[in-house]
């Protein structure tokens, strides 16, 4: 099958390598749609913490049930679906409590020889997959990751009916600014540098969008909230963003951070010890979380579509985590078709 291998960074070869074989749980996929996320780009400049090369990336996916293993009784062939593409140990005591995606043991696409989904085919256990209906798209199906990373992130930051700020409206952020607001936010402030995703986040819930490229985000974002947000999610990581969560939070607020970052970052810590500010980390998503945003999908509660910016072939990766990396053109998400 055909495939997109990182060799090293910036430099994807569209290689043949075999088709996987499944094990007795396992699903085979035929990879219809397959996004582009923003760790994919970290790895692929070479700087994400735990992704390395030589790696197949991607691991949002949508496509069809093409071959299931002796034991799956319950899946159809032919089935649409879209897949959480994480695997955990399911013994120990995170996984106990329900927190596998926080397992030491956790498994995910391009790592440990799980092969990523810039390829014609993809495997998954078969307790991963979300069957999609007949009105959702497979571009939705792709979507239901980065929006249950948002989701998960939103109901870590206690927004029911608080005053939310989201920085950063990349598909998280406009994932998380969406959960906000289904969860009970009062009032969801958000911001970005890129008009086309202020503009895409308004069709999502965000209230008040405000373009950092051309307002001050603290005297702006404060006309919004005087005292501060009670909750404010960070999903980018622009240098100074923690800076601006802590200054722009309310006393006793909640940050919870989704962002990764290529380097250590400094702030300053005493405001948030003097004011009782706590932030929290946010790590993927667990099945409640996808299963949820699935639902939206099916229940016509969200069409997610008008974030996809770009639909290109496979062979075209390359041009295409070039595209997100120079941002040479307005992009929000960009998807590949194998
Ligand atoms: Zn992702
Ligand atoms: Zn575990």
Not at 75 to 98: F, L, M
Not at 169 to 177: D, E, H, S, T, V
Not at 261 to 269: Q, R
């Amino acid at each position: 099958m055909k495939a997109a291998i990182l060799t090293k960074p910036y430099n994807i070869e569209i290689i043949d390598v075999e088709k996987p074989e499944i094990g007795e749980t396992d699903v085979l996929l035929k990879v219809i749609e397959t996004g582009i996320c923003g760790s994919d780009l970290h790895t692929y400049k070479g700087i994400h913490p735990f992704r390395k090369p030589p790696v197949i990336l991607g691991h949002e996916v949508a496509g069809d049930v093409v071959e299931v293993g002796k034991k799956v009784i319950d899946i159809d062939i032919g089935t649409r679906v879209a897949i959480e593409p994480q695997a955990a140990c399911s013994v120990c005591s995170y996984c106990n409590q329900g927190r596998y995606n926080i397992c030491p043991k956790r498994l995910l696409p391009g790592v440990g020889g799980w092969m990523g989904t810039f390829a014609e085919y993809f495997v998954s256990n078969s307790e991963k997959l979300y069957p999609l209906n007949e009105q959702v798209s497979y571009s939705s199906g792709v979507l239901a990751e980065p929006i249950a990373v948002g989701l998960h992130g939103a109901k870590r930051a206690n927004v029911k009916g608080s005053s939310t700020l989201v920085l950063g409206l990349g598909p998280i952020g406009i994932g998380a600014a969406f959960s906000a607001k289904i969860l009970g936010a009062k009032q969801v402030v958000a911001t970005d540098i890129a008009k086309i995703n202020l503009q895409v986040a308004k069709d999502f819930g965000v209230d008040t969008p405000i373009d950092v490229a051309e307002q001050d985000l603290v005297t702006t974002a404060r006309k919004y909230a005087k005292e501060g947000f009670d909750s404010v999610i960070v999903a980018s990581g622009y240098e100074g963003v923690l800076d601006d969560a802590i200054s722009l939070s309310k006393r006793g607020a909640t940050i919870v951070v989704i962002s990764l970052f290529a380097n250590e970052i400094t702030t300053n810590i005493n405001q948030l010890v003097i004011q009782e500010k706590e932030i929290l980390g946010s790590s993927t998503y667990t099945k409640s979380d996808f299963k949820t945003v699935v639902d939206w999908f099916n229940n016509n509660e969200l069409k997610p579509d008008s974030m996809i910016t770009h639909k290109m072939p496979l062979e075209k990766a390359s041009e295409a985590l070039n595209i997100l990396d120079k941002r040479t053109e307005p992009v929000i998400k960009i998807i590949l078709k194998p």
